[in-house]
């Protein structure tokens, strides 16, 4: 079975790993300390803030920038569902809206229609690895003073307008496993604002602004130099890894040919890093989802349903009172989407196979 996803872990992690482990100093020191710095300045943000992983990212990021109980947060509902969960974590209400049908990034102009005067801060989502469009967003929290927070846990290197993402607002990065670079766990936030940092810092460790002195309710969300060291290495690769995707992609581009599957875009704006290689089933195509899932597996091509249903309909979200029909896009995409590989180890006879076994249907 070719996976749908593998991350790149060689000897110089490994070594590096080691390396830490024989120091004797395991948790967050000279490691985290020199990936912040080193993460920050390839974003282009002049703070990084590493955390135990990117929900933790998410959540102190809000909570930071100040949103709490009463406070309204839009966001897109096709994700994944740490990203509004961060929001009601806040006590604050997740504002859903709707998505672009070609890239499934939030709509800009739903983003307006949504703002109230309970609106406080917009969490979009570089979803798949592609940005979303950054500057009409900025632009709604410009004119109505909200803060915008980028959830760029699957778009680490990618860009807008040349710009990286996660260096326009306040950024939220995730270092799982599967994403385009990994420490095992762990997160990042990158910012330019000094004090959204420096609230960011407190939070993640007890609220501690010296040794047993705190002054504000925080959470024990560090990174240790473990991850930093693993991190660090990756960094050196991530622009390798994301051409490697990038030309997977395009070789997909080129030779995947079946009337009724939808590729992914690449917009003028954006330099897309494909954290997922998405296909999108139209009317015409001649399987179901589940029928064309049961097909590639059983000729040994991976594949993942990113994501299977809106989180307004998630069960814990139908409680809170959100139904069906509130974003139609979203609705429309999330029946009707499967990724296939496109991670960087992919070689050329496996992706000569999963061309051939598409093309197959």
């Not at 969300?221 to 490697?244: F, H, P, S, V, Y």
Request: proline share 4%; hydrophobic share 40%; net charge negative.
């Amino acid at each position: 079975m070719i996976p749908i996803a593998k991350p790149v872990i060689g000897e110089e992690e490994i070594s590096q790993v080691v390396e830490v482990l024989r120091s004797g100093m395991i948790v967050q020191g000279k490691k985290v300390a020199e990936f912040e710095d080193r993460f920050s300045r390839y974003i282009g943000s002049r703070h990084g803030i590493a955390v135990s992983n990117g929900t933790a990212a998410l959540d102190i990021a809000l909570k930071a920038a100040g949103i709490g109980r009463g406070d309204e947060v839009i966001t897109t509902p096709f994700t994944f569902i740490a990203t509004s969960n961060a929001i009601l974590f806040q006590g604050a209400r997740p504002v859903f809206a709707d998505i672009e049908e070609e890239t499934y990034n939030i709509n800009p102009d739903d983003v307006l229609e949504k703002v109230t005067s309970k609106t406080k801060a917009v969490v979009g989502v570089h979803l798949f690895g592609h940005p979303f469009e950054v500057k009409p967003i900025l632009e709604i929290c410009e004119d109505h003073n909200l803060i915008l927070i980028e959830d760029s846990a699957q778009a680490h290197g990618a860009e807008y307008r040349g710009q990286k993402v996660g260096s326009f607002g306040v950024g939220c990065f995730s270092f799982y496993a599967t994403k385009n670079m990994t420490t095992s766990e762990g997160g990042m936030i990158t910012c330019s604002d000094d004090e959204i940092a420096e609230r960011c810092r407190l939070f993640r460790s007890h609220g501690e602004i010296r040794k047993y002195e705190h002054v504000l309710l925080g959470h024990n969300m560090r990174m240790t130099d473990i991850q930093a060291a693993i991190g660090l290495t990756q960094l050196e690769k991530l622009d390798w890894m994301n051409e490697r995707r990038r030309e997977n992609a395009e070789f997909f581009r080129r030779n995947i040919r079946v009337d009724g599957l939808r590729k992914p875009v690449e917009k003028g704006y954006a330099k897309h890093v494909y954290h997922q290689y998405v296909l999108l089933l139209e009317d015409e195509f001649p399987m179901s989802r589940d029928e064309f899932s049961s097909y590639l597996s059983e000729r040994g091509v991976g594949n993942a349903v990113h994501y299977p249903k809106p989180v307004y309909l998630q069960p814990l979200y139908r409680e809170l009172g959100y139904e069906r029909g509130l974003c139609p896009t979203a609705e429309y995409v999330a029946e009707r989407v499967i990724s296939i590989p496109v991670h960087p180890l992919l070689k050329g006879v496996e992706l000569r196979h999963i061309v051939e076994v598409v093309n197959g249907v």
